[in-house]
C-alpha cells in the first residue's frame, strides 16, 4: 500500500477507495464493545495515541476520552474519502488527522505512546512489514494494540447453522474469486497474537470481547446488519456460490419487507467476535 492513485493493498484499497459507509455502521453498531476493549488498556490522560487506519474516524473520539484534554490522538488513513469523513467528527483539541501509507507512516519515529490499529492490518499484502513500521513509530516501553473483528464465523441464523456455514464459505470463496486470493491469505489474521511474538513485542497478551445482540435490535445493529452484511456483503454477489433454494431462503430472510425477515424474528441472536492482542515494546 502506497500513497499512489494506482496502488492496492491485498483487499484493493487505494487512496481513492471509499467504503465510508460500512464503516461508520460497523462503528455505530460496535461502539460499546470497542469503548470497553479501550477501557481495558488503562491509557493515562497524558498519552499520545495514534489510530493506524483510523477510517472515518469514530473512534479518534473514544480515544481523546481516554486520554483526555492532556493526551493527544493522531488518525492515519490511506483512503482520501475516508479521512475526509475523519475530520468531520475529529475532537476539536488534540487531535490531528493525516493521509498517510501504514508502510510509509508521516509521522516521527518514537513519537507515541501507542499504535491502536482495528481491521487494517489485513489489508497489507506484508502484515510484518507493516508491523515493522508500526512499532518504529512508538515509544521505548510504549504499546501495539491491534483489533480484529470476527476471527470466530459470526452467528447470523441460530436456527440454521447449514445455510449459515453454506453462506460464510460463499463470501470466502467470493473474496478469493475476487483479489484472486487463497485461504491462507484471507485467514492468517487469525495468529496475530503470534505476529506481535514474531516482532519481539513483549508481554504480550489477548483478549476476545463477544458483540452479542438478540431481538429487538437497536436501530444502529439493524443498520448494520442490513446495509453492511446483508445486502453489503451478501446479497446478489453470492449468488454464484450458492444453489437456487439457498440462495433464495438468504433473500428472504436478509429483506426487510419479507414476512421472514430474520430480524424480526423473535428468536434471532446474533454473535460476533472483536479480538484485541496487546504488546509491549
Not at 503470534?194 to 476476545?208: K, N, P, S
Request: aromatic share 8%; proline share 6%.
Amino acid at each position: 500500500m502506497t500513497g499512489s492513485a494506482t496502488a492496492t493493498g491485498l483487499l484493493g484499497d487505494t487512496p481513492s477507495r471509499d467504503y465510508a459507509g460500512k464503516l461508520r455502521r460497523f462503528n455505530a453498531f460496535a461502539e460499546p464493545e470497542i469503548r470497553q476493549a479501550m477501557a481495558s488498556l488503562a491509557l493515562k490522560p497524558d498519552m499520545r495515541v495514534l489510530d493506524a487506519g483510523c477510517g472515518t474516524g469514530e473512534a479518534l473520539r473514544w480515544l481523546a476520552d481516554e486520554v483526555g484534554p492532556e493526551g493527544a490522538v493522531i488518525g492515519m488513513d490511506l483512503s482520501v474519502p475516508h479521512l475526509k469523513a475523519a475530520h468531520l467528527i475529529a475532537p476539536e483539541n488534540g487531535a490531528l488527522v493525516l493521509q498517510g501509507n501504514m508502510l510509509d507512516p508521516p509521522i516521527a519515529p518514537a513519537s507515541v505512546d501507542l499504535v491502536w490499529s482495528v481491521n487494517a492490518i489485513n489489508h497489507l499484502r506484508s502484515p510484518a512489514a507493516g508491523l515493522d513500521a508500526l512499532l518504529a513509530l512508538i515509544r521505548p516501553g510504549g504499546r501495539l494494540a491491534l483489533g480484529q473483528s470476527a476471527l470466530l464465523p459470526d452467528m447470523v441464523f441460530a436456527w440454521d447453522s447449514r445455510l449459515e456455514r453454506l453462506v460464510n464459505e460463499a463470501v470466502r470463496q467470493y473474496y478469493r474469486d475476487r483479489y484472486r486470493l487463497d485461504e491462507r491469505e484471507l485467514t492468517w489474521i487469525r495468529a496475530i497474537v503470534g505476529l506481535l511474538r514474531q516482532a519481539g513485542l513483549r508481554q504480550v497478551h489477548v483478549r476476545t470481547f463477544m458483540i452479542e445482540r438478540v431481538a429487538p435490535l437497536r436501530v444502529e445493529d439493524e443498520n448494520y446488519l442490513v446495509e453492511a452484511i446483508f445486502r453489503g456483503t451478501w446479497g446478489d454477489r453470492l449468488q454464484p456460490y450458492l444453489s437456487d433454494s439457498d440462495y433464495e431462503e438468504m433473500m428472504r430472510l436478509c429483506d426487510p419487507q419479507h414476512p421472514d425477515f430474520a430480524l424480526r424474528r423473535p428468536d434471532f441472536h446474533f454473535l460476533q467476535s472483536f479480538t484485541l492482542a496487546v504488546g509491549h515494546l
